[in-house]
């Protein structure tokens, strides 16, 4: 009876030691953020800065400027962009100046040439060669006179970076799950830095191109990999508060950017100034530790000791032996287990799941087009373009952070169905209201909605696969959907069509797929599906009756 009693007191004590053992319990026990996790996590925060500057720094290097058509028989070396006899020499074109044509010269020999009215025909127009400019920026355009019908190619810069993100993100996974996520972050920096800088030196357009495509091919992995490592590094009750404040630190990159083009609006200098300091990032092998995930699923469990063993200690905590002995131990058996079965029914789950994965595509593709669209047409709006672009990084901030009070309340499924609808309502209102003020209001808006849905499909999309397939599809869907991170830098081009193309274009996609989220299972207060079957009832909502299911 004794013995009986001695036994089952063991067991239990084994019991809570093994759940004493777990690296999320270890992680409690030396501190869920404390000085150790705060160090590295301010590290992170710099690549997700350099992410900003490296994703969409073309919006400035490769942007249009604003021109019109050099008119010989008015415009002198002291002539400015705007001039009074400008309304009988230049046709106008969606309420501003042609920037590409300019009214024909009366051929008459009656006529004195001079600067008037009489001497140009109002009914035919003439392409221009030379141009006067409104600004002093110093862009590709200016660089290698790309105006009118060869503006197309300072776009193509856009859609070379986004190729490049499109081959840079599969691959940039599978070398960090190779070779390790600090070592991945900090070599992906340094190289795109090079990328960055030698594309400031580039002579011929052909060029630029390609570093711009190496450069994304290299540093597109920085923003997950940052991300990875900042989740991974705090306890289980910091990880949702760590995950959103990282996140932040993109846009106050691209707000950092706008700054900085602001100041430097020569391309060239621009990009010297944006990519010399992200070389430091290189350090980052010194200063960073690896992920303790990382390495523990690779059965580096010396390495993973010593890590947790020093952020113990710089957290002025203490991990008992036996506890560190049996994550060792756990983890080998799991390792064991992973290659005895290493089933990823990947395309079970394409058929069980189809019209969900169609979905969810679309709606990545939805969202990629429109929040790189609205930030690159962010400087087309009247006004102060650089100003512009800063509101439109911060105003990202807010969008970041509501999720985290809508999505339990509301349910994932509605939250993202209203700020699709937001967002796309907003876009439509842009073509009904007048002025700069107004106009930039609803942008705005209709940007933060936009972050703010993209915020919610992030997680979303992670909650409605099953466990052994999850990351398979999440990429799938995320890889399908850059594909409207590459059509986005062509939108600007609409305008030259229909002053509010890019709007009517954004407004449709978002309403459209904002609908058909309606048709996803919702996954709040659900527990993650581990299972395909698991996933397929999800359709099911809390109070047991059938929702709509793709």
Not at 47 to 70: D, E, G, H, K, L
Not at 221 to 236: D, H, R
Not at 323 to 330: D, K, Q
Not at 458 to 474: K, W
Request: charged fraction near 15%; include cysteine; aromatic fraction near 14%.
């Amino acid at each position: 009876m004794i013995e009986n009693e001695f036994n089952e007191e063991s067991d239990i004590r084994s019991k809570e030691i093994a759940n004493e053992s777990t690296l999320d319990a270890i992680l409690i026990r030396i501190g869920e953020f404390g000085r150790f996790q705060l160090f590295n996590y301010v590290l992170l925060c710099f690549p997700m800065i350099f992410n900003a500057f490296q994703s969409i720094s073309y919006v400035f290097t490769a942007s249009p400027v604003v021109y019109r058509c050099n008119v010989t028989l008015c415009d002198s070396v002291g002539s400015e962009y705007w001039e009074p006899w400008l309304n009988f020499t230049i046709p106008s074109k969606n309420s501003n100046f042609d920037q590409c044509h300019h009214y024909a010269v009366i051929n008459d020999t009656d006529l004195q040439l001079s600067c008037s009215a009489e001497n140009f025909n109002r009914s035919q127009v003439e392409f221009c060669y030379d141009y006067k400019f409104r600004d002093y920026e110093y862009t590709l355009a200016k660089e290698f006179n790309f105006f009118c019908s060869n503006e197309w190619k300072l776009s193509m810069a856009g859609t070379f970076n986004n190729i490049g993100q499109f081959i840079g993100i599969p691959l940039g996974g599978l070398l960090a799950d190779k070779y390790g996520r600090r070592t991945m972050l900090a070599i992906g920096g340094f190289v795109s830095s090079f990328m960055g800088l030698i594309r400031s030196f580039t002579t011929n357009y052909y060029m630029f191109l390609s570093f711009e495509l190496l450069d994304m091919v290299a540093a597109s992995t920085t923003y997950p990999t940052a991300f990875l490592l900042a989740i991974e590094l705090v306890g289980p009750k910091r990880r949702v508060a760590a995950a959103t404040i990282i996140t932040i630190f993109y846009p106050l990159g691209e707000a950092l950017l706008g700054i900085l083009a602001e100041q430097f609006q020569n391309w060239r200098t621009l990009l010297r100034v944006l990519y010399l300091p992200a070389i430091l990032q290189i350090f980052l092998l010194i200063l960073l530790p690896e992920s303790i995930r990382w390495l523990l699923s690779q059965g580096k469990e010396s390495k993973a000791i010593a890590v947790l063993t020093k952020a113990a200690r710089i957290n002025g905590k203490f991990i008992p032996t036996l506890n560190l002995a049996n994550l060792i131990e756990s983890n080998k058996q799991k390792l064991e287990d992973n290659n005895v079965k290493n089933i990823y029914p990947i395309k079970d789950a394409i058929k069980v799941f189809f019209w969900r994965i169609i979905n969810c595509s679309l709606c990545w593709f939805t969202h990629t087009l429109i929040a790189l669209g609205l930030s690159l047409n962010s400087v087309n709006l009247g006004g102060n373009k650089y100003n512009n672009f800063i509101w439109n990084g911060l105003i990202q901030i807010p969008g970041l952070i509501l999720p985290l009070f809508i999505m339990d309340s509301l349910g994932r499924r509605i939250s993202l169905f209203v700020s699709m609808l937001t967002c796309g309502l907003c876009m439509i209102a842009t073509i009904f209201f007048d002025g700069y003020g107004v106009e930039l209001t609803l942008f705005l808006i209709g940007k933060f909605a936009i972050t703010c849905s993209f915020q919610i499909l992030y997680f979303f999309t992670s909650e409605i696969f099953p466990t052994n397939v999850r990351s398979s599809l999440l990429s799938l869907c995320s890889m399908i959907g850059r594909f409207g991170s590459m059509l986005a830098p062509q939108t600007p081009l609409l305008i030259n069509y229909y002053e509010f193309s890019p709007q009517i274009l954004f407004a449709s996609f978002a309403l459209v797929s904002g609908c058909l989220t309606l048709f996803f299972p919702e996954t709040a207060n659900k527990t993650l599906p581990t299972t395909m079957v698991e996933a397929s009832q999800l359709s099911r909502n809390v109070n047991g009756r059938n929702c709509n299911d793709n």
